[in-house]
């Protein structure tokens, strides 16, 4: 079993602010991907490559009203960061359970969807790790999109993800729970875990992006 980072997750305290600050660092501007129903989010989308990209999401005021508890402090937040990022295995089910068989309590894998600006459906299937609270998360949660076409193929492109590097307390504890699942991503030790990842835009210039 194999897995590769599919996404990752940009939050931001509005999603315009997020969209502005990704096209100001990167020199492209995210796409509106389109709403999570009933999850309190929506979300802009830029490809990183072929099957990667970067998920600017932000609380959604048309959802402002529903009291759900959003997750990794995005309802928090006073500017945008990276607060996790996304696997996608060879075999999700299998990895879920590679996965608990480590120890790290995966939930099941459910089916979501949401309706992209063209009318279309994006559906995918997905699994999370427990709770990191507000911090970002440094276990990726896991997706297989199915037969729904890769959000990275819609996205505006020119963007492409140099390296993803995890600062953690205890890097071999988490180098072990993410070989159970299949990735393998350069892991530093430090006292405030985060994620930093490494774009290069139209310009050739590097851009660090930092939970």
Do not use: K
């Not at 609270?133 to 140099?162: C, K, M, Q, Y």
């Not at 307390?169 to 990735?183: F, K, Q, S, T, Y």
């Not at 930093?196 to 992006?209: H, T």
């Amino acid at each position: 079993m194999h897995a590769m980072v599919d996404h990752l997750l940009y939050g931001c305290p509005d999603l315009e602010t997020g969209i502005a600050d990704v096209e100001r660092l990167t020199g492209v501007r995210p796409a509106y991907g389109g709403q999570h129903l009933g999850l309190g989010t929506h979300n802009a989308l830029l490809s990183l490559g072929t099957r990667t990209y970067l998920e600017v999401i932000a609380p959604d005021p048309a959802q402002a009203d529903l009291g759900v508890t959003l997750p990794y402090g995005i309802a928090t937040l006073g500017a945008p960061s990276l607060r996790t990022w996304a696997a996608a295995p060879s075999a999700i089910d299998e990895a879920v359970s590679s996965a608990r068989a480590a120890g790290v309590g995966f939930g099941d894998v459910s089916a979501h969807s949401r309706r992209a600006p063209d009318g279309s459906d994006v559906r995918w299937r997905m699994a999370t790790p427990p709770a990191a609270g507000d911090g970002p998360a440094l276990v990726p949660f896991l997706i297989d999109w199915g037969t729904s076409a890769h959000p990275a193929s819609r996205a505006p492109a020119g963007v492409r993800l140099v390296e993803l590097t995890l600062r953690a307390r205890d890097p071999d504890h988490l180098e072990a729970v993410l070989h159970a699942i299949g990735v393998t991503v350069p892991i530093v030790r430090s006292d405030t875990t985060g994620i930093d990842a490494v774009l290069v835009g139209p310009s050739g210039r590097n851009v660090v992006m930092r939970s």
